[in-house]
């Protein structure tokens, strides 16, 4: 051979029907690779300090008694597959010729660790064993495929995992195996997400595995469920998940799509999460999801370039493909300074246009001008409904309408004259204001139609056209009417 040899010797009797050979070995196991079909990965990936030691035994007897009995041992000392190191490896095995036994399997890693087992086959359609590991099985990711790769390279265990399985299967393909099993692990890295430990029942079959009864924590947090992975297509499906693990460190676990959706809300806790559906990791647009949000805390979420403070979120979010949708959930508004909004957000990934319908009702208004407009003395209940329509990442190409209410307010902004007017209001305590506005935005300007301000003794109306970006009017027009005193016409 290229590297290594085998030794036979052996004896016939040919009048008595029987013969044997002992041989020994100590050939190079890469030679094999392109013979070895699905193994051809693994056996590429092996490398030996020193060569493999082969011994066994060959009988046969074809008069007397028919038969045939191999036995073998498979030895070696320290050795790689890929970057892992082990220190070694040994495999007896005996065979009829149609069925076969590994007998005490055992594997050793230099950082620690083993894993132990047996497996038997009947000759026919029936494999079946048992095996225990603490070894990490990142390093045993060779063995399962170039299929595995994306999987294997998304995943680092700080400590190795404890997973204790049983084999069974119709064949010696891989695509007629199946595992099935406990594990449990941690801590350990998924896609860069820190993960304290995990416990789950997971079954392995033809390139899918299934994990049921999971549990993780992460980040003070807590997620149950059951979770299926398919490694071709490169695919993960959530059932019946229920999580209060930090969702902003955690969710590129559920995929990048899910991680992108959320990464404009800054949660001030752990929210509950629920979520079902199908998630596509090679981002081809097959992704299927159904989730809610839940917080009292609340969150932090930007709109129109300012950041503002939710709470009380009840959230609805389904992703069809490359469309996300993010609503509040019905009949359960969330709050935002002092009053109730309602909001659905749908973003087309395909043409990364996004739209926006808010609704208000009881807004505080001195905090929102303030906000804005960096004003005080604003004050007032507002309601109002508002639609934007524009790409995800320029607020200020957004278009858009609505149409807002303040009543029961104070409109400092005003200027003097209508505090003059306004004056024999205040001696009777008439001093409330109410004001509506019809609005539509283009190019981060806003483009008032209808401005309508109400007092005690004035009306203001007005439009125009007031430029968000860089905070002036241009050609805003006011008028202001007196009207009577109050109960005079």
């Known amino acids: 051979l290229e590297r290594g040899s085998i030794e036979l010797v052996g004896w016939a009797d040919f009048v008595g029907g029987r013969a044997a050979v002992?041989?020994?070995a100590d050939a190079d196991l890469s030679l094999f690779a392109p013979a070895a079909g699905s193994m051809e990965m693994a056996l590429r990936a092996f490398h030996c300090q020193n060569p493999p030691q082969i011994t066994g035994k060959i009988e046969m007897d074809w008069l007397h008694a028919p038969g045939f009995l191999w036995q073998s041992r498979l030895e070696i000392g320290e050795f790689r597959l890929g970057l892992a190191p082990y220190r070694s490896l040994i495999i007896p095995w005996v065979s009829d010729g149609k069925r076969w036994m590994i007998q005490g399997m055992k594997v050793e890693a230099v950082s620690g660790g083993g894993m132990e087992g047996k497996l038997t086959f009947d000759g026919k359609a029936e494999l079946k064993g048992n095996l225990k590991s603490d070894l990490d099985p990142k390093g045993l990711a060779p063995l399962f495929g170039p299929g595995g790769v994306p999987f294997w390279n998304s995943i680092d265990f700080l400590s190795?995992?404890?997973?204790?399985?049983?084999?069974?299967?119709?064949?010696?393909?891989p695509d007629?195996?199946?595992l099935d099993g406990k594990v449990e692990a941690g801590p350990f890295r998924y896609k860069r997400v820190e993960i304290s430990d995990l416990t789950g029942d997971f079954a392995f079959a033809t390139g899918e595995l299934k994990v049921e009864h999971l549990q993780v924590h992460s980040g003070g947090g807590t997620g149950t469920g059951e979770v299926d992975y398919n490694l071709n297509p490169n695919s993960v499906a959530f059932h019946g998940v229920h999580s209060t693990l930090p969702i902003r460190e955690f969710c590129p676990v559920f995929g990048e799509k899910f991680r992108k959706t959320m990464e404009p809300y800054e949660f001030v806790d752990r929210p509950a999460v629920t979520l079902d559906g199908k998630v596509d990791l090679e981002a081809k647009g097959g992704s299927q999801i159904k989730a809610t949000v839940k917080t009292k805390e609340g969150l932090s979420y930007k709109v129109a370039g300012k950041s503002l403070r939710f709470q009380?979120?009840?959230?609805?979010?389904q992703v069809d493909g490359r469309k996300v949708t993010v609503k509040t959930a019905p009949h359960a508004p969330g709050n935002v300074m002092g009053g109730k909004v309602k909001v659905e957000v749908v973003v087309n990934g395909g043409s990364k246009t996004q739209s926006t319908h808010i609704e208000l009702l009881d807004v505080n208004f001195e905090p929102l001008v303030q906000t804005y407009f960096g004003n005080s003395g604003y004050t007032g209940k507002l309601d109002g409904t508002i639609t934007l329509d524009g790409t995800s990442e320029n607020w200020r190409k957004w278009t858009g309408k609505g149409k807002l209410e303040v009543r029961d307010g104070s409109f400092p902004g005003l200027g003097a004259f209508e505090k003059a007017m306004n004056a024999p209001a205040e001696w009777v305590g008439l001093t409330d204001q109410n004001a509506e506005m019809d609005f539509e935005l283009g190019e981060g300007k806003l483009l008032v139609s209808r401005l309508d301000i109400e007092s005690a003794l004035v009306i203001t109306t007005g439009h125009g056209t007031y430029d968000i970006v860089n905070d002036q009017?241009?050609?805003?027009l006011m008028r202001q009417n007196l009207r009577g005193p109050a109960g005079v016409p």
């Not at 190795?160 to 393909?173: E, N, Y």
């Open 160 to 173: 190795a995992p404890k997973i204790d399985f049983r084999v069974t299967g119709a064949g010696l393909s």
């Open 176 to 178: 007629l195996i199946r």
């Open 473 to 476: 009017l241009e050609n805003f």
């Open 312 to 317: 009380n979120v009840d959230v609805q979010v």
């Open 22 to 24: 002992d041989y020994t």
